[in-house]
C-alpha cells in the first residue's frame, strides 16, 4: 500500500505535484537557458576586459599599471617643461609700447617722424628707445629700464611708451 492511498493530504499533495511538475521543469530550462546566456555575456565581457597574451586578470592588471607609471613619468617630465617654458615666457619681451611725437613742438621740424619705444617683459625689465628726428639727422638714444623706471631721466613721451607695454604686459597676463 502506498502512502498516498493511506493518507487523503498525501494524495492531495501527489496530485498537486503531478499538476505542477512540467510547469517547474519548463521553469527550471528557462533558468538554465538564462544562466547560459548571462555565463557568455560575462565571459565576453571578461576577454574584453583581459588585456595581454594569456587574457588572465594579472597580466591585464599589470599592463595597466604599467601604463600609469609610464603616464606618471610623462606628467612629471611634462610639469617640469611647463614650468620652464613659463619662467623662459616671463624673461621674454612680452610688452610694446610706441609713442610717436615731434619734439620740437608746432615749429614745423620734424613732423611726428620721432618715437619712443619700450620693451619689456613681465616684470617691467627691459629698455626704451627714442629717436628724434629733424631734418639733418637723427639721434637714437637707448635707457635700460628695470621696474617699470630707468636710472635715466625719462622724458613723457618714453614714460608713455612703458606704460603702454605695462597695459600691453597685463592683458596679456590677463588672457592667459
Same mark, same amino acid.
Given at each position: 500500500?502506498? *502512502?498516498?492511498?493511506?493518507?487523503?493530504?498525501?494524495?492531495?499533495?501527489?496530485?498537486?505535484?503531478?499538476?505542477?511538475?512540467?510547469? !517547474? %521543469?519548463? %521553469?527550471?530550462?528557462? *533558468?538554465?537557458?538564462?544562466?547560459? /546566456?548571462?555565463?557568455?555575456? !560575462?565571459?565576453?565581457?571578461?576577454?574584453? !576586459?583581459?588585456?595581454?597574451?594569456?587574457? #588572465? /586578470?594579472?597580466?591585464?592588471?599589470?599592463?595597466?599599471?604599467?601604463?600609469?607609471?609610464?603616464?606618471?613619468?610623462?606628467?612629471?617630465?611634462?610639469?617640469?617643461? !611647463?614650468?620652464?617654458? =613659463?619662467?623662459?615666457?616671463?624673461?621674454?619681451?612680452?610688452?610694446?609700447?610706441?609713442?610717436?611725437?615731434?619734439?620740437?613742438?608746432? @615749429?614745423?621740424?620734424?613732423?611726428?617722424?620721432?618715437?619712443?619705444?619700450? +620693451?619689456?617683459?613681465?616684470?617691467?625689465?627691459?629698455? @626704451?628707445?627714442?629717436?628724434?628726428?629733424?631734418?639733418?639727422?637723427?639721434?637714437?638714444? %637707448?635707457?635700460? @629700464? =628695470?621696474?617699470?623706471?630707468? #636710472?635715466?631721466? +625719462?622724458?613723457?613721451?618714453?614714460?608713455?611708451?612703458?606704460?603702454? %607695454?605695462?597695459?600691453? @604686459?597685463?592683458?596679456?597676463?590677463?588672457?592667459?
Amino acid at each position: 500500500m502506498s *502512502l498516498a492511498s493511506s493518507n487523503p493530504l498525501w494524495a492531495t499533495i501527489a496530485a498537486y505535484l503531478t499538476t505542477a511538475a512540467p510547469y !517547474l %521543469a519548463l %521553469a527550471a530550462c528557462v *533558468l538554465a537557458l538564462v544562466a547560459v /546566456v548571462l555565463e557568455l555575456s !560575462l565571459r565576453r565581457r571578461f576577454k574584453r !576586459l583581459a588585456l595581454g597574451r594569456s587574457g #588572465s /586578470v594579472e597580466e591585464s592588471v599589470a599592463i595597466i599599471m604599467r601604463d600609469l607609471k609610464e603616464l606618471q613619468g610623462f606628467r612629471v617630465e611634462l610639469e617640469k617643461y !611647463l614650468k620652464l617654458a =613659463e619662467a623662459r615666457l616671463r624673461g621674454s619681451m612680452s610688452g610694446l609700447g610706441v609713442v610717436r611725437f615731434n619734439p620740437f613742438g608746432g @615749429v614745423g621740424q620734424g613732423g611726428n617722424q620721432s618715437s619712443a619705444i619700450a +620693451l619689456i617683459d613681465e616684470t617691467g625689465t627691459g629698455v @626704451v628707445l627714442s629717436t628724434l628726428y629733424s631734418r639733418d639727422r637723427v639721434a637714437v638714444y %637707448a635707457k635700460p @629700464v =628695470e621696474a617699470h623706471t630707468s #636710472s635715466y631721466e +625719462l622724458t613723457a613721451e618714453e614714460k608713455e611708451a612703458i606704460d603702454k %607695454a605695462k597695459e600691453r @604686459v597685463a592683458k596679456i597676463k590677463h588672457i592667459g
